[in-house]
């Protein structure tokens, strides 16, 4: 339970600290959030509860393919707000075009060949 606890508080730790420098310098904040530390931190995780590097690989892998559908939204979001769309709309309209991107993502991979 205890590893569970310290699990979240780093976790969140890292999300608290990314919103903190990116109030002082979006540029920074940017950078730091798209450093991969929450997956390095899951895998190492997945490492310590189960030692299986199949499963890591896999994961790592899956990753990589999760990670593209992601990259539209970062570029549609400041273009709806530049535009005019409320917050909450461009936010939810980013997070829908990003759930169709997935739905894309898994059926395009296992047409050749990729489970995810």
Known sequence: M???????LLSGFIIMAVSEIAKRSPSFGALVVSLPLISILAIIWL???????????SHAEATFWYVLPTLPMFLVLPALLRYGTGF???LAVSC???????????WIAARFGVSL
């Not at 205890?2 to 979240?8: E, H, N």
């Not at 490492?47 to 690989?57: F, L, S, Y």
């Not at 829908?96 to 898994?106: D, E, F, H, N, R």
């Open 88 to 90: 909450w709309l461009a």
């Open 2 to 8: 205890l590893y569970a606890i310290v699990k979240a």
């Open 96 to 106: 829908l075009l990003t759930v169709l991107l997935y739905l894309a993502t898994i």
């Open 47 to 57: 490492w310590n509860d189960t030692g299986d590097k199949e499963r890591i690989a």
